[in-house]
C-alpha cells in the first residue's frame, strides 16, 4: 500500500492533501535528503544487530526518526519524508545482502508505518502536536502500537515470501513490532519536543534551568555507562534519574522531559549493543539484555511523559484560571461602569422626562378648573389618570433602578410611626375621595426602629395598590403590637387575590388578572419585597378572592419602648386658600408658562421668571416683596436653587419661607435640601400637592417676620 493508499485509508483525500499548505521545493529536496541521510544511519545501526534466528533488528529507532519528523512538521511534510524512508531503507537493504524486491516491500512497509503513526495523530490530535496532554502521550504510545502492529504483518510477510527464517511467524511479527515500538517511542519525542522549542522559545530562565537539568542527566548516564552491573548499580539509577525526570516534568516544558527521556532511552540502547554499563551484562543473552533494555525504555519514556504531561495540563489550567479570572474581573469592572453609566443616564432621563409630566400636570390642573362638567371635564380627568400613571411608572422604574444599583442604603433611626401616617393620609385622602372609598388611619404613637423614608414607601406602594384594586368600601392603615415588632397593616375591601396568584405577586412586572386595565406596572410590590429586604422587615400577605387583602410589615420596636403622643383620629384633606404672594424662578419656558396659570387659577399674586438676576432685578429696583419664594434647583447658570434663595434672602433681608422644586432624585441632592431646612417638590407634583406646600409656608411666614432675628450676617429690616 502506499503513501496516498495510506492516507486514504485514513479518511483524507488527495484533493484534501494539494490544499494543505506544501512546502517550498528547495526546502522539500533538503528534507529528503536529511530523512534519507538520518534513516540510513539508524537503519544500518539497528540492522547491524540482526536477531540471526528471524532477522529481526533488535532495534528500530530509524521508524521514530521519519515519524517524528512528519508530525513535527505537519501533512505538508509527507511526501519527502515518504520518498526519503524508501530510499534509505532500499539502499540499507541492499548494503545488508538483501535482493531488491524484498527491499521495495521492506521500504512500502516502513514508509507504511510512518505514516500511519503521523496520520492518526495529526487527524485525532491536530497539527501542530505537542505533548503537554495526558490524552497527546497516549494518543503517540496508541499510534505507535498500531502502526508498529500492522507493519509487522507486512514485515512477517516479505520474510515468508522472500527470506528463510527459522523462527515462526509469530515470534518474527512479535520481534518486529516491540523493536519497532521501542524505536519509535524512543526517538519521535525527541522531534515533536524540539519542533515545540522552536515553535514557542521559552524564557531565559526556563532555557537555562532545563540545560542545568539535562547536563545533569547526562552526567548520570555517562556514569552509569561506565558502572559495572552490580546490585546497586540499579539502586542508584532509579534513585538519581527518578527525582531528576520529576524534576523536569514538573518545572519545565514537556519538550525538556522528551529530550531527558532521549538521552536515556540512548544510554539504554548503547550499553546494551556495547555490552557495556548496567545493561550490558555480558552473562545475559542478548534476547534478554534487548528485552530488559526494550521494558526499561517504554518504562522511562511512558512515566516521564505521563508525568509531564499531568504537570503541564495543570500549568495550563492554572493560566486558564487566572485567565478566566482576569477576563471576570474585567468584565465586572464593565459591569460596574455600565451599571454606573445606567444610572446616570436614568438619573438624567429622570429630570428630562419629569419636566414635560411637570409641565403636563399643571396645564391638566388649569383645564379642570374651566371645566366642571360636562364631557370636557371627563376628557380633563383621564388625562390626569394617564398623567397619574405615568409618574408612577417613571418613580417606580427609578426606584427598582436604584435598588438594583446598590446605591439605596438604609438610615436607620427610631421615630413615631405618626410621622410617616400623617404624610400619607393627606397624599391619598385626594384619590380615595374621586373612587367614592373611605380611608380609615388607626394612627398610634407607637415609636419603630427603621429607616422612615424607605418604610413610607413600602406603605406608599401598599396603599397604592389598594386603592388601584378596590372598587367600593374602605381601606384601613393601622399598627399593632406583636412581641416586640410593630405590625404595621394595610387592609381592604377590594376583589382580593387568587390562590394561584399570591406566589407570584411579589414579582417584578407580574400584574392580576385585570391589572393591566388598572393601571400600574406591577413594579410596587416588587418594590416593597425588596426594601423589606433590604431592612429585614418581614413583609406577608392573606387573601381572599372578592374579599379584599390584607398586608403586613412587621418592624422593630424602638429600643427605649416610649410611645409618642397620639394624633387625633382622623385628618381631613387639606382645603382652604393661599393669600400670600409668590415669586417663582423656573428656567424651563413651558413649565413656567404652566405654573403661572395653574397659579393664576387658584387666585395667588405669582410672579414666575427664568432667572435669580431678573428676580434680584425686581427684588432691588422694583421692591418687590413676596411671601413665599418657589424655585426650580436645576438651574441654567452657576447657582442652583439653594444657592439663589441664599441670595434672595440676603437681597429681601428676610429668612423668607422657600420651597424648592425639583426632578432630580438623587440621595446627595435630597440631602443638601434637607440641610437648609427646605420644603421640596419633587416634580412632577399635582397643582393640589403644590397649593399644599404653599401653605404650609405661611406659619413659617409669620416666624420670619416676626421674628427678631435676620438673615446672617444682615441688620433686621424696619
Request: proline residues 4%; neutral net charge.
Amino acid at each position: 500500500m502506499g503513501p496516498d493508499e495510506w492516507w486514504k485509508a485514513l479518511g483524507i483525500t488527495a484533493k484534501q492533501m494539494v490544499a494543505r499548505r506544501p512546502l517550498a521545493s528547495g526546502a522539500d529536496v533538503l528534507l529528503t535528503f536529511a530523512v534519507a541521510l538520518a534513516y540510513f544511519l539508524t537503519a544500518r545501526l539497528s540492522l547491524a544487530l540482526l536477531d540471526p534466528a528471524d532477522g529481526v533488528a533488535l532495534f528500530w529507532p530509524a521508524g521514530g526518526v521519519a515519524s517524528g519528523i512528519l508530525i513535527a512538521l505537519g501533512p505538508a511534510a509527507q511526501l519527502p519524508v515518504v520518498l526519503g524512508v524508501v530510499a534509505a531503507t532500499i539502499a540499507a537493504n541492499l548494503l545488508g545482502d538483501r535482493n531488491i524486491w524484498s527491499s521495495l516491500f521492506f521500504a512500502v512497509t516502513n514508509s507504511g508505518e510512518v505514516v500511519i503513526i503521523a496520520g492518526l495523530i495529526h487527524r485525532f490530535c491536530g497539527s501542530p502536536f505537542e505533548l503537554n496532554e495526558l490524552r497527546s502521550v497516549l494518543a503517540l504510545f496508541a499510534a505507535t502500537g498500531i502502526a508498529a502492529s500492522l507493519s509487522g504483518l507486512g514485515g512477517t510477510a516479505v520474510f515468508a515470501l522472500f527470506h528463510g527464517s527459522a523462527a515462526s511467524p509469530a515470534v518474527i511479527w512479535l520481534h518486529w513490532v516491540s523493536s519497532a515500538a521501542t524505536g519509535t517511542i524512543a526517538v519521535t519525542p525527541l522531534a515533536i519536543g524540539l519542533a515545540s522549542l522552536a515553535r514557542a522559545p521559552p524564557p531565559r530562565g526556563e532555557v537555562a534551568e532545563g540545560v542545568l537539568a539535562l547536563g545533569v542527566v547526562s552526567l548520570i548516564c555517562a556514569l552509569l555507562a561506565f558502572l559495572r552491573n552490580e546490585p546497586w548499580t540499579a539502586v542508584l539509577a532509579v534513585s538519581a534519574l527518578c527525582p531528576l525526570l520529576l524534576w523536569i516534568a514538573a518545572r519545565l516544558r514537556s519538550a525538556f522531559t522528551a529530550i531527558a527521556t532521549f538521552l536515556c532511552s540512548t544510554t539504554v540502547v548503547w550499553t546494551t549493543i556495547f555490552t557495556i554499563g548496567i545493561f550490558g551484562d555480558a552473562r545475559l543473552s542478548i534476547e534478554d539484555r534487548v528485552l530488559t533494555a526494550q521494558a526499561t525504555i517504554l518504562a522511562i519514556t511512558l512515566g516521564a511523559l505521563v508525568l509531564a504531561a499531568l504537570f503541564s495540563e495543570r500549568r495550563l489550567h492554572h493560566h486558564a484560571i487566572l485567565e478566566r479570572e482576569s477576563r471576570l474581573q474585567g468584565a465586572l469592572e464593565a459591569a460596574e461602569l455600565a451599571d454606573r453609566a445606567k444610572s446616570s443616564f436614568l438619573a438624567a432621563a429622570s429630570h428630562d422626562m419629569r419636566q414635560p409630566l411637570q409641565t403636563l400636570k399643571l396645564l391638566q390642573a388649569a383645564l379642570e378648573s374651566l371645566h366642571s362638567s360636562g364631557e370636557a371635564h371627563d376628557l380633563v380627568a383621564d388625562i390626569r389618570k394617564s398623567l397619574d400613571t405615568m409618574t408612577s411608572i417613571l418613580s417606580s422604574l427609578l426606584d427598582v433602578n436604584k435598588l438594583e444599583s446598590g446605591k439605596l442604603r438604609p438610615s436607620v433611626s427610631e421615630f413615631s410611626l405618626v410621622e410617616i401616617f400623617e404624610p400619607l393620609a393627606r397624599d391619598f385622602a385626594a384619590s380615595v375621595q374621586e373612587r367614592g372609598l373611605r380611608l380609615r388611619v388607626a394612627r398610634s404613637g407607637l415609636i419603630v426602629r427603621s429607616d422612615s423614608r424607605m418604610l413610607a414607601e413600602m406603605i406608599r406602594n401598599l396603599l397604592s395598590n389598594a386603592v388601584r384594586y378596590t372598587d367600593r368600601g374602605q381601606i384601613l392603615l393601622g399598627c399593632r403590637r406583636v412581641g416586640d415588632k410593630v405590625r404595621i397593616e394595610v387592609w381592604d375591601s377590594g376583589i382580593g387575590i387568587t390562590e394561584d396568584q399570591l406566589p407570584h405577586i411579589f414579582d417584578e412586572y407580574y400584574q392580576g388578572t385585570d391589572g393591566a386595565e388598572r393601571g400600574g406596572f406591577g413594579l410596587g410590590l416588587a418594590i416593597v419585597r425588596r426594601l423589606g429586604e433590604m431592612l429585614d422587615h418581614k413583609v406577608e400577605v392573606r387573601s381572599i378572592a372578592g374579599r379584599g387583602t390584607r398586608f403586613f410589615i412587621e418592624v422593630p420596636r424602638a429600643r427605649s419602648g416610649a410611645n409618642a403622643p397620639e394624633a387625633a383620629s382622623l385628618v381631613p384633606p387639606c382645603s382652604g386658600a393661599f393669600l400670600g404672594s409668590v415669586l417663582a424662578i423656573e428656567d424651563e419656558a413651558s413649565l413656567r408658562s404652566a405654573l403661572q396659570r395653574s397659579l393664576k387659577a387658584r387666585g395667588i399674586d405669582a410672579t414666575v421668571i427664568a432667572t435669580a438676576s431678573e428676580a434680584l432685578t425686581l427684588i432691588k429696583e422694583q421692591g418687590l416683596r413676596p411671601d413665599v419664594l418657589l424655585c426650580d434647583y436645576n438651574l441654567r447658570g452657576s447657582s442652583d436653587g439653594i444657592e439663589t434663595i441664599k441670595s434672595l434672602r440676603v437681597a429681601l433681608g428676610l429668612n423668607l419661607p422657600a420651597v424648592v422644586m425639583t426632578g432630580d432624585i438623587r440621595s446627595q441632592t435630597m440631602k443638601l435640601i434637607s440641610a437648609q431646612g427646605l420644603t421640596v417638590l419633587i416634580k412632577p407634583f399635582s397643582a393640589d400637592e403644590l397649593l399644599d406646600a404653599l401653605r404650609g409656608q405661611e406659619k413659617l411666614l409669620t416666624t420670619a417676620r416676626t421674628s427678631s432675628h435676620s438673615v446672617a450676617g444682615l441688620p433686621q429690616r424696619h
